[in-house]
């Protein structure tokens, strides 16, 4: 049996193609987003500096926050703050972090810093 | 004709409904000295920006009201009460009204290691957490000087006028504390605005003590909460759960090191020092506020006790014996996996 294409057969199956297209690529770009580790720094409940955690080169960062300068050290695809002002210095004593599920939280610099990487894990939050 | 809409229409339905899958929103900030974090599944960005909106006015404005430390225009705060002591009855909101009520509810029921009134003790204790003391400075409070304040620590000092809603603190001595149930009202109060505005599926994240989780993920699946060991961190469980608090009572929260011992903020009303029965307490329960004032009360009490009271009260929880031994309730043993 010989198929027969009309116009408006052409115009149908290529509405379709275009649909399919930009939804396959629309879902693309949602993927994309997942692995792209990041580190945001937040002061005063700002967003203000973000790492790329995805290279393992060192880098830092030095700001000016409620107490004083905050340095923070990325390296290795983990984080960690090494100077701070501070009572008990909570935030340095923590050391290194690369868990989404576990901020570097500086209250008395009203400043913190969380991990986000776009993809669901297994555990969704902790309790401490 | 009608047979190509037919197939338009049901490829379009088919993926509409893709697209219909929630999206995942969080918002975090610092409030009430703590890390807050509302993370919402849906498909209304402008929704979530209303959620966030009520959880971050929120805890802001709990947060000045249950204060014992600073003042806020145009708002009769606990330091307001505090300052006031022996001196005036201050007239404050309801809210702020009915937490001390509802607390001195639960004491004079028997739970007595959780003590609104407690403020003289804590506040000594507080200095070591606060106060940028050298390391040659900190030692512990003075015992006998903690036990001549523990007479100003009598709940019945505080006198409530239900006509007038204010409070009077008798003795110029005494002083309120409500860090044992300030932030789990708080979040009660706020998740019932959440829930009048659609929040149906995500978590809230209130201090990292203070969890809560509605509804599920968009697979259907229920949120895992991990309980962390609150000596090294570690992951000792997970539990699957919706619509509940799970609040966590722990030395490791807020402490400092004196030579080589760990002295915390859970201080023992019996001994005046830190509770050191057990390591950690989590329960899971239906209100913010229950699960915050019963979590410090029961970190204090030996395992007998413990038991009694949750049973009484059919309470769920993990609890971390010093000897690092787990105990899970039945009521959640289903819902949990331990590592």
């Known amino acids: 049996m010989q198929l027969k294409l009309n116009k408006h057969d052409i115009i149908f199956t290529l509405l379709l193609l275009i649909i399919s297209v930009t939804i396959i690529i629309i879902s693309l770009n949602n993927e994309s987003i997942k692995g792209n580790n990041e580190a945001r720094v937040y002061l005063h409940n700002k967003h203000v500096y973000t790492f790329n955690l995805n290279n393992n080169d060192q880098s830092f960062y030095e700001i000016e926050a409620t107490n004083g300068l905050v340095i923070i050290e990325s390296k290795d695809g983990k984080i960690r703050v090494i100077e701070e002002n501070s009572n008990n210095n909570v935030c340095s004593n923590q050391g290194w972090t690369n868990s989404t599920l576990t901020p570097i939280i500086c209250l008395p610099n009203d400043l913190f810093i969380v991990i986000e990487t776009g993809e669901e894990k297994e555990v969704d939050v902790i309790v401490e | 004709m009608k047979q190509k ?11 509409s409904g893709c697209n219909r899958v929630e999206k995942k929103y969080s918002e975090k900030f610092l409030s009430f000295d703590s890390y807050i974090e509302l993370v919402v599944y849906t498909n209304d960005e402008k929704q979530f920006t209303e959620l966030y909106n009520i959880t971050k006015d929120g805890f802001d404005y709990y947060h000045k009201l249950f204060d014992a430390f600073n003042l806020y225009d145009g708002i009769n705060n606990v330091k307001i009460i505090n300052d006031n002591a022996g001196i005036k009855p201050v007239k404050v909101e309801p809210v702020l009204f009915n937490l ?12 007595t290691n959780t003590n609104i009134a407690f403020g003289p003790i804590t506040s000594e204790y ?8 050298s390391e040659t400075k900190q030692q512990l409070p003075d015992l006998d000087l903690l036990i001549e304040l523990n007479k100003c620590t009598n709940i019945n000092d505080i006198v409530l006028d239900y006509d007038d809603s204010s409070i009077y603190l008798k003795n110029k001595c005494n002083k ?6 300030a932030k789990g009202y708080a979040t009660d109060l706020i998740i019932s605005d959440l829930k009048k505005s659609g ?4 978590i809230l994240i209130a201090g990292q003590s203070n969890i809560y989780t509605i509804g599920a993920k968009p697979d259907g699946s229920l949120f895992n909460v991990g309980i962390s060991n609150p000596v090294n961190q570690e992951l000792l469980a997970t539990l699957s759960i919706s619509d509940k608090h799970i609040i966590a009572s722990s030395g490791e929260q807020r402490y400092i090191m004196i030579d ?3 002295i915390h903020h859970l201080i023992d009303p019996n ?7 057990n390591q950690g307490v989590t329960l899971v329960t239906d209100s ?3 699960g915050d004032f019963l979590s410090t009360h029961l970190f204090m009490l030996e395992k007998d006790e413990f038991k009694k009271i949750t049973e009484e009260l059919s309470l769920d929880y993990i609890l971390i014996d010093n000897n690092g031994e787990i105990i899970i309730s039945d009521g959640i043993s289903d819902a949990i996996k331990v590592k």
Do not use: C, H, Q, W
């Open chain 2, 288 to 290: 913010g506020f229950i």
């Open chain 2, 260 to 262: 080589n011992e760990r």
């Open chain 2, 199 to 202: 929040f149906e599926n995500g």
């Open chain 2, 176 to 181: 309120l504390d409500l860090g044992g149930v």
């Open chain 2, 271 to 277: 001994t005046l020092r830190p509770a050191n029965i």
């Open chain 2, 5 to 15: 809409f037919a197939i338009l229409f049901i490829f379009l339905v088919t993926f």
């Open chain 2, 126 to 133: 507080n200095k070591l957490f606060d106060e940028n003391l």
């Open chain 2, 100 to 111: 001390i009520v509802e607390s001195i509810e639960l004491y004079d029921k028997g739970y």
